[in-house]
Nanobody
Framework: QLQASGGGLVQAGGSLRLSCAAS????????MGWYRQAPGKQRELVAG???????NYADSVKGRFTISRTNAKNTVYLQMNSLKPEDTAVYYC?????????WGQGTQVTVSS
């Protein structure tokens, strides 16, 4: 019900843009966000955005990542610039809606040094 895309392999300093679209079966989406999980680590919040457009970021990505959304398309984006090897992880999109909490399937981001 959440389909993420845009991951891949990039060199340090490069950029990637992740996208995540919610299917029509998810109604009344409020907050959307991106999480990531590196090997051996817990899943952590990367960035979140409210329906009204308020955003919050993990300290480690502030100034490098930008989250945005298109409410009409129920889509959330994550523009990632100045990528670092420590950004390597599986990235998951999340949507909090009237029907509950939804997760995408995850997309791998690998940053080589």
């Amino acid at each position: 019900q959440l389909q993420a895309s845009g991951g891949g392999l990039v060199q340090a300093g490069g950029s990637l843009r992740l996208s995540c679209a919610a299917s029509g079966s998810i109604f009344s989406i409020n907050a959307m966000g991106w999480y990531r999980q590196a090997p051996g680590k817990q899943r952590e919040l990367v960035a979140g955005i409210s329906r009204g457009g308020s955003t919050n970021y993990a300290d480690s990505v502030k100034g490098r990542f930008t989250i945005s959304r298109t409410n009409a398309k129920n889509t959330v984006y994550l523009q990632m610039n100045s990528l670092k090897p420590e950004d390597t992880a599986v990235y998951y999109c999340n949507a909090i809606a009237g029907g509950g909490d939804y997760w995408g399937q995850g997309t791998q981001v690998t940053v080589s040094s």
